[in-house]
């Protein structure tokens, strides 16, 4: 008779190691499988509103910022960039709107370029589909950069809820697919930014801070904070360097040339007053000191409330990149979101389409206040578009003064948000440290762990 193999017995010891080495094998390859399939699922929806934004800005105009763009094309390839600076294009509102840094002029001049040749025309490549292009890129990028961030940190994870809101983003998606503006291309260079301080790559932060600055100058606001961020980490000239050479490469023809110009066109540019904030509130007053328009010959008071409202803001800023200077490194990304939200909630006055500008910072730093935010700016930046639009569906859409009192209350929804957001932050800051104070400089260090 044949005896049967049988197995080894295992002592009592044996069997509790051999569990034991299988646990983690099994936990990580669980874990690893738990984080690809939210990305990959936030992933899609970050495509599938890049091609329904496509959509949108193939088969609409857009704002009259897409028509103000293309007269500076005209005007930058007829003229060139110091005849646009001096003469502006004289729009509907009666000032002059060429404010942005020379990057940009070099683009609309190789769109607008593009857009008459015959081989884009056939593929329906239209200029205000060309402008809005790179924004819907942008957004895409964002989007990948955050699912990264979420996937690699525990310190940075975003709830998988968060991350698909913010995917297919309302706001987003009226911004990039049908404005028409270079705001989003700006908000991905300094998300970028702000990961690279992640990763402890101050050159390639320098870089792409400049980047975003080459868009539009409002990032040079939080240059301290990352200024700051590096100084205690011995890398401020590794980031200093790279930005200011940038920098002066891609603004050399305006500042060798027409320096005054440049100057006081794109660093002293200033928002619509009355129609946001603080400002919208003096402003329904009625009183002739605070009922101006626009941002150029305000009546004295309202011009000193946007100096002092400006100038408050700047330092803010400053006291925040000092103080959290020496925290660990996703406090960059706090701190930049505390600046957004001091800007959005004093500014003199905002565009709908600034609301991307805080939108993926504010998700890192608080989850929950970007989903209320994200809420009440979707229902703003809706009836905007819907009333200078003149209803369903929209095609092409003229912002006049006239139409102002309709749409200019539903700011309010997200302005309140904010300052709650900014109270409750500070509230729960406070809870963790009653030591802390409001206005002050004192240095702020993370808690040692016990």
């Not at 738990?34 to 704002?63: D, E, M, S």
């Not at 003469?87 to 607008?112: D, K, M, R, T």
Request: aromatic letters at 14%.
């Amino acid at each position: 008779m044949e005896s049967t193999p049988t197995s080894p017995v295992l002592s009592p010891l044996q069997v509790i190691d051999a569990r034991s080495a299988s646990v983690p094998q099994i936990k990580s390859t669980v874990s690893a499988r738990a984080a690809i399939r939210p990305a990959f699922w936030i992933t899609a929806l970050g495509l599938a509103a890049a091609v329904l934004k496509i959509a949108i800005a193939l088969n609409t105009f857009g704002t009259n910022d897409v028509a103000a763009f293309y007269m500076f094309a005209r005007s930058l390839a007829d003229h060139g960039l110091e005849w646009t600076y001096r003469n502006g294009v004289v729009w509907f509102s009666g000032f002059p709107v060429f404010n942005h840094p020379p990057l940009v002029a070099y683009y609309l001049e190789l769109i607008g370029h593009l857009s008459h040749q015959e081989i884009c025309r056939s593929y329906g490549l239209t200029f205000p589909f060309l402008l809005r292009l790179p924004g819907i890129v942008a957004d895409f990028i964002v989007v990948l950069v955050l699912v990264r961030l979420s996937k690699t940190s525990l310190r940075l994870r975003i709830p998988t809820w968060a991350l698909a809101l913010f995917a297919v983003s309302p706001v987003s998606v009226m911004v990039s697919g049908f404005h028409g503006n270079t705001d989003p291309v700006m908000v991905m260079f300094l998300v970028l930014a702000a990961y690279m301080c992640l990763r402890e790559r101050p050159v390639l932060c320098g870089i792409f801070f400049a980047l975003s600055c080459q868009i539009k100058v409002i990032p040079l606001l939080l240059l301290p904070i990352i200024f700051f961020f590096w100084l205690p980490r011995r890398a401020a000239l590794r980031v200093t360097i790279p930005f200011v050479l940038l920098s002066l490469a891609m603004w050399a023809q305006p500042l060798t040339r027409f320096p005054a110009l440049f100057v006081k066109n794109v660093f002293s540019y200033g928002s619509f007053w009355g129609g946001w904030g603080i400002t919208y509130c003096l402003h329904l007053t009625r009183s002739p000191q605070f009922n101006g328009t626009g941002f150029f010959n305000l009546p004295p008071a309202a011009a000193a409330t946007a100096f002092l409202l400006k100038l408050g803001i700047v330092a803010a800023v400053l006291m925040v990149a000092w103080r959290r200077r020496h925290l660990p490194g996703r406090a960059v990304i706090d701190s930049i979101a505390y600046a957004w939200i001091i800007f959005f909630v004093f500014a003199p006055g905002v565009s709908v389409q600034y609301m991307v500008w805080l939108a993926p910072f504010v998700l890192m730093l608080s989850p929950s206040l970007f989903g209320w935010l994200l809420a009440t700016s979707s229902i703003f930046l809706f009836v905007f578009y819907n009333t200078v639009a003149g209803g369903l569906p929209w095609f092409i859409a003229i912002s006049r003064n006239d139409l102002n009192p309709i749409w200019a209350p539903w700011s309010l929804l997200p302005w309140a948000t904010l300052i709650l957001g900014m109270i409750l932050l500070w509230r729960k800051a406070v809870a963790a440290d009653p030591s802390l104070r409001l206005i002050s400089f004192q240095t702020l260090r993370a808690p040692a762990h016990k």
